[in-house]
């Protein structure tokens, strides 16, 4: 399709204010990781819901977060699929400073944790059974106290894998082990390896990377998004003992990311970014996952995911697959659309923030309200309702499904896998319930807890 005649269906199609003449700018370059949560770029793309919006946009793989975080940060990049704590590391200046904000979020769910098969044999007289034979979900990380010593017995290390350390898999992968009595070990402004007292030894494997890794043996398990945790069943290499959706049913994914600046200048060009994408999201979930299918096809080709088709849709179609043959329903493991999945909410950011401090990457305690304002200079529902809103007005979305008269703050939960009570408005207090982590004033002075 030549330019001016994309440029005269968007025009056509669309009546309300983000029309193609009203874009700021319409040539747009969106990086991405190689990750099934990528869909609703992909979608957007392939359904034409960027060219109904005037945009041109080109998609892009990236070889790993920093690689894409310096692409947004320097321009050659006008967006992003983003890691949720990568927008607010940067703006608090954890790592590289710059005022990055989203507007939109990608998804709930969507990750995994995989052992190594030595690991897993070690695992299973640890483990309840079901009637079945079929060990008992969710898995505990109590079950992998015992292998951990005993690799301490046999002077091993026990490393793990995740995909950066402002990621939702370092957090998740760092809350699950906590919850199980392990401790993953410390950040410090002199040491920022996360490693400091921990009995598990996390470090950075870019998400495509994950399965060879593990079967080399440099790791003996990992936290990553699909479809590398299939990928691992699929080999024979590894099994994944648990969801995320089980450490957190339904917890904030991955984010779009854009430039504070960006936004500022070109407020009519990222409306016209958010719609496209919420339209994407809408169809990914449609009619109890209906086009999952179709989805599944696009993310296997080589200029999106690259994987093969049957391991995407292995998490992507309502079921997940632990053992080999063990295939159980997880109907929500991946959401793109429903329970306002795509509201970018401050209680959201917030829990990030938590984990950030919990494990010292930020270095001193804040009041409350601290969180608030960080979270709210980075996430932006402002954008996102009117974006909605327009969609709305013209037909293409129902009202019903958003939720206009939040105050930005998730309802208090207690379905995390420890059932320590989270509510976004008092962050403090969540801090201070863990045993494992920095709590109250504590800070590290030359490795050591203090305070």
Known sequence: MNRLFAALIATTALTGTACAQDLEIDELTFGFIKLTDMAPLAIAYERGYFEDEGLYVTLEAQANWRVLLDGVISGTLQGAHMLAGQPLAATIGYGTEAHIVTPF???????GITVSNEVWEMMLPSLPLMENGLPQHPISASALVPVVEAFRDQGRRFDMGMVYPVSTHNYELRYWLAAGGLNPGLYSPEDSSGQIGADVFLS???PPQMPATLEAGTISGYCVGEPWNQAAVQRGIGVPV??????WPNNPEKVFGLRADFVEDYPNTTRAIVRALIRAAIWLDADDNANRMEAVEILSRP?????DAAVIAASMTGTFEYAPGDVRDVPDFNVFF?????YPYYSDAIWYLTQMRRWGQIAEAHPDQWYTDVAASVYRPDIYLDAARSLVDEGLANAADFPWDTD????????LIDAVP?????????IDSFSIGLTGEQQLVDGAVQG
């Open 422 to 430: 989270y509510d976004g408005r008092t962050p403090n207090a969540y």
């Open 242 to 247: 648990i969801t995320d959706y089980e450490i």
């Open 303 to 307: 200029t999106y995911v690259g994987a």
């Open 204 to 206: 950075v494997t870019p």
């Open 408 to 415: 930005g703050f998730r309802e208090p939960v207690n379905t």
């Open 338 to 342: 429903r329970y306002n999945a795509t």
């Open 105 to 111: 979020s990608m998804d709930l769910n969507g990750n």
